[in-house]
């Protein structure tokens, strides 16, 4: 959280992990009793990364992982992934720097525009937060 990153001194939009872009993402899923992978689509790279946080797999979360998929935005995204209400997947604290990279890396991979943008930029990178700034 925190809006997006500035290379070489300029700010470059398609790093805000809020920014509402479109992109499908491989998901475990629970259809018909068993479990399939499928590829979900999620409106940021917010709303898959505060998903990733939940086992959709577990009957007491992936409804949970479905409200998150289908918030209305990434800061409605945010607020549901941040709710305890539901525990956390196993060894969270351990994968989230690679789930956020898979969820980037997704984003940049299917919308060209964004890799474009990242591309053409030259320059010191400075994340938005201190937080993402140390895991990149």
């Known amino acids: 959280m925190g809006g997006p990153a500035t290379v070489g ?13 479109n992109f499908r993402f491989p998901c475990v899923i629970v259809k018909d009793g068993s479990e399939c992978k499928e590829e ?5 790279v917010e709303h898959l990364f505060q998903a990733m946080k939940f086992d959709s797999t577990k009957t007491e979360t992936k409804g949970h992982c479905r409200n998150i998929q289908e918030a209305e935005d990434a800061w409605n995204a945010l607020f549901l992934g941040r709710s305890r209400k539901h525990p956390l997947r196993e060894g969270w604290e351990e994968v989230k720097g690679h789930a956020m990279y898979l969820a980037v890396k997704a984003k940049y ?4 525009e964004c890799s474009s943008e990242l591309v053409n930029t030259t320059g010191p990178i400075l994340g938005a937060s201190d937080h993402w700034q140390e895991l990149n």
Do not use: A
């Open 40 to 44: 979900v689509e999620w409106k940021s």
């Open 9 to 21: 001194g300029k700010e470059v939009p398609s790093t805000d992990n809020f920014l509402p872009k």
């Open 109 to 112: 991979d299917q919308n060209p």
